[in-house]
């Protein structure tokens, strides 16, 4: 990983880490900071660890976040980044910047994603994200090799709004 020329995020990892007071820092900095349901906490979290089983899991559960304004919903989607990763990373990405930062990393971020910003492109991003598939397309600088690119991260999105395409849902 370190030799690799992909954009992996870092991951700050604490070798001298102790699991009582990791879990005791977890229920206390995040589990108890999140606005919603109990039960829904468990569900956050239990699906927040998938991430690290992806490449077991056939199928990936979007995860959104939706509420009214200042509801609480970048803050958790902010304490879950720093979580994995140590650091934020929320973002409105292009699609295209949504496929390759997805393909490489076990978390992507899409912040304040309304409906008015769907597009077919990030519908269908998603869609694959959640099904595991990948789409064809032409290798840079070649008129006839294809690669796949296929997201491989759990996906969150924060909005206001809550879904209405039966297929994210």
């Given at each position: 990983l370190l030799k690799s020329s992909k954009k992996i995020l870092p991951v700050n990892f604490l070798p001298d880490a102790d699991i009582h007071e990791g879990m005791m820092a977890l229920k206390e900095l995040i589990f108890d900071n999140l606005t919603c349901e109990k039960e829904q906490r468990y569900l956050i979290l239990c699906w927040l660890m998938s991430a690290f089983l992806l490449e077991f899991a056939p199928y990936m559960g979007l995860m959104k976040f939706s509420g009214p304004t200042e509801s609480g919903k970048t803050t958790a989607a902010r304490l879950l980044s720093l979580l994995i990763y140590g650091n934020e990373h929320l973002g409105d990405p292009s699609t295209a910047a949504a496929y390759a930062v997805a393909a490489q990393n076990p978390l992507l971020i899409i912040d304040n994603l309304e409906y008015d910003d769907f597009t077919k492109s990030i519908l269908k991003f998603l869609l694959?994200?959640?099904?595991?598939g990948g789409k064809e397309k032409?290798?840079?600088?070649?008129?006839?090799?294809?690669?796949?690119?296929?997201?491989?991260?759990l996906v969150l999105i924060t909005a206001i709004e809550p879904f209405t395409k039966a297929e994210l849902i």
């Open positions: 694959l994200s959640a099904t595991k032409r290798t840079q600088g070649t008129d006839t090799d294809t690669i796949q690119e296929k997201p491989k991260a």
